[in-house]
């Protein structure tokens, strides 16, 4: 049996169209929408699309639209979103399946548990099969990160489909997948600039932004490499916080990435141990300095990039499970592991006994997260 999986299609209706028209050309035998089908700039004609077909439906996350969005700019355009749908409409999207079992697959927004959890390249063996493991199915396919994967953990073969209509990938174009004997992860061309056209007509409140980074371009692979901090004389030079520690980052003649646009460094000095640097242009206080991904240089031998870290699960010697990396901060003497159950470790060599990206596992000693 032939399953055409389209996940995240986030109101882009042209996108739809154009995976459709392939997907007939397949003759597959079903057609999954794995989630999150309307919240997007053109959400009727999306539902209406979808629910012409003879398809089977699993909700998402944002399938629910009552509930509130990751940031008050995004919880906004949930509610227009609401506002193009009837509440017929509405109530079907909300109502939809959590899963759906098609031969020996089981589809899932995000993961067997909710459709809310992150699985990605980092995400640990050991924290998938934890994931997986009460899944009877040999396949699972998801979404919600909108970047196609394709893992296996003992048993059971993990695929993320991709986003049809808002990628986080590196080439424009609609991510889906078709699951027959194997699974194919494939991308759809269609028209952009139609579809951009489409979107910023929409008035939807953040047409130009899907318009020009999701649709047109896939947004940069960036890290921060500091922020903005303290004005630092009078000529606009401004103090690096939270700096890398990387000498060149910062040299006269480096550009970084401000608000999405590129600065140059035209003044570099230190001052306190920090370094103090003057752009070719003003920006905000706290805005986030940036680099993209590709030209950071391999770290040290002992040495990570937060990047890294973050996502990664934690054990304390003895196979307590601590929790996962959500956020690694600055403090006076050392910077800190904050987990997402709460958990603060000092990232020191005392605390921090070995960190293996591969297995996505950092193994702590006992002591630093008290008793259990």
């Excluded at 697959?105 to 099969?129: C, F, G, I, K, M």
């Amino acid at each position: 049996m032939r399953v055409a999986a389209l996940y995240d299609v986030h109101g882009n209706a042209p996108a739809l169209e154009a995976v459709l028209a392939e997907v007939e050309s397949e003759a597959v035998d079903a057609i999954v929408f794995g989630g999150d089908l309307a919240s997007g700039p053109l959400p009727r004609e999306t539902v209406e699309l979808a629910r012409s077909l003879d398809a089977v439906f699993v909700r998402g996350n944002a399938d629910r639209l009552e509930t509130p969005a990751m940031s008050p700019e995004w919880d906004a355009a949930r509610r227009w979103v609401e506002q193009q749908l009837d509440e017929e409409q509405i109530a079907w999207l909300a109502n939809l399946d959590f899963s759906a079992v098609i031969d020996d697959t089981l589809y899932v927004h995000a993961t067997p548990q909710d459709n809310e959890t992150v699985v990605t390249e980092l995400t640990s063996d050991e924290r998938l099969a934890g994931l997986l493991a009460d899944v009877e199915q040999s396949l699972v396919v998801s979404g919600h990160t909108h970047m196609q994967l394709d893992r296996r953990v003992g048993d059971t073969r993990f695929v993320n489909a991709g986003s049809v209509g808002m990628p986080y990938e590196r080439e424009p174009g609609a991510y889906w997948a078709l699951i027959g004997d194997d699974v194919e992860l494939r991308r759809t061309e269609y028209d952009l600039e139609r579809a951009a056209a489409a979107i910023r007509a929409s008035g939807h409140p953040l047409a130009e932004e899907l318009a020009a980074e999701n649709v047109l371009t896939i947004p940069a692979d960036l890290v921060t490499v500091g922020r903005v901090g303290k004005p630092h004389g009078l000529q606009g030079a401004f103090v690096v916080e939270h700096g890398s520690e990387d000498p060149e980052r910062f040299a006269v003649g480096a550009t970084l990435i401000v608000e999405e646009a590129p600065a140059e460094i035209l003044e570099s000095k230190r001052a306190g141990g920090r370094p103090v640097i003057r752009l070719d242009r003003e920006v905000p206080r706290g805005a986030e300095l940036q680099v993209e991904r590709a030209e950071l240089p391999e770290p040290e031998d002992g040495s990570y990039y937060v990047f890294q870290l973050v996502g990664l699960a934690v054990d304390e010697e003895g196979g307590r499970a601590l929790g996962h990396v959500e956020e690694v901060t600055p403090g006076p003497a050392n910077d800190v592991l904050e987990l997402d159950t709460g958990l603060a470790l000092p990232l020191v060599d005392a605390c921090v006994q070995e960190v293996d990206l591969a297995s996505g596992r950092i193994l702590v000693r006992r002591g630093f997260a008290g008793a259990e």
